[in-house]
């Protein structure tokens, strides 16, 4: 409305105008005397004006993927100290908001008759420490030049993810490329577990020596369903949603390629996770890591 008299004053003056509308001219005037000297603003609106800023920075930051509840926990870990309904009043004022998850398809090919390990996790994915339990899927991305398959190798202990791969098959060469680098990530791995759901990839000779080579023990789930790799679909869930879905139309290989880099990077090193306590991958292992050698010097 201020807007408003401030087209037609000159033409029929501010009190003509006020008197037709839901507004009073001392309030018109008291909202130009605050445009004129912004010093005599109230504390919310210059704390709005700051924290507005700071939610946008931290939402771009963030590949424009979080809601209000992660960008409210960023903002608390760099110390700013903001109640999260404020958050959610201020996002809604910039128009901005979550990416919200949708449903994954299905893409395990398996074979009935093929052999495979037994299940050692029965859907209980939780980890004591890194290098415990590791998580493996992958999933398809429809691109202008042809589908292109991303494969995942994730630690269950702070869902970091070890080890990955794009390419243009989803042969087992695929999900060898990811273990391969996610042994090389990963030196010290006795007693680890690697965990997947009944596609051929997984089950194949070459994949299962590999594992043997390295003294992994394998697992494989048992009831063929969605539960049985839950973490690694949670995890390809996000990736999805937050750079496929987000992101997209892909051209090609190089641009998934290149988009998963940045993600697992932003991923593995600056997402907030809530199921390990609302911080990053990497800062929970640092963490592991710290206490562990604490309490070695202690002992």
């Not at 010290?188 to 020596?209: A, F, W």
């Not at 290989?253 to 991923?267: H, R």
């Not at 390990?276 to 070695?296: C, D, F, H, K």
Request: hydrophobic residues 40%; contains cysteine.
């Amino acid at each position: 409305m201020v807007s408003f008299i401030d087209e037609h004053r000159a033409q029929f003056g501010v009190e003509s105008i006020c008197s037709q509308l839901p507004i009073a001219p001392s309030t018109y005037y008291h909202h130009k005397a605050l445009e004129a000297d912004p010093e005599r603003r109230a504390d919310r609106y210059r704390q709005d004006a700051f924290l507005t800023a700071e939610i946008q920075r931290v939402w771009e930051e963030n590949f424009c993927v979080y809601g209000a509840r992660k960008v409210w926990r960023q903002l608390r870990r760099e110390g700013v100290n903001v109640a999260r309904c404020t958050v959610e009043r201020l996002m809604r004022r910039l128009g901005i908001r979550g990416v919200v998850r949708g449903q994954r398809p299905f893409t395990t090919l398996s074979d009935p008759g093929q052999k495979r390990a037994p299940d050692l996790v029965k859907r209980d994915f939780t980890a004591m420490r890194p290098n415990q339990l590791w998580v493996a899927d992958f999933t398809y991305v429809a691109t202008w030049s042809g589908f292109v398959y991303v494969a995942f190798v994730i630690d269950v202990y702070a869902r970091c993810i070890v080890g990955w791969r794009v390419a243009t098959s989803m042969r087992t060469a695929l999900v060898l490329d990811a273990l391969e680098q996610a042994l090389w990530a990963r030196k010290h791995r006795q007693g680890l577990i690697h965990h997947s759901d009944r596609g051929s990839q997984y089950l194949s000779i070459r994949y299962t020596e590999r594992m043997a080579d390295e003294g992994i023990n394998a697992s494989v789930g048992t009831t063929g369903d969605s539960y049985d790799n839950a973490l690694a679909e949670t995890i390809i869930g996000l990736f999805k949603t937050e750079v496929i879905h987000h992101r997209g139309p892909w051209r090609g290989l190089d641009a998934v390629e290149y988009a998963t880099l940045e993600w697992v990077d932003w991923f593995n090193n600056r997402r907030l996770l809530e199921p390990i306590g609302n911080v990053p991958p990497a800062e929970r292992e640092r963490t592991y890591y710290r206490q562990l050698e604490e309490s070695g010097e202690a002992a």
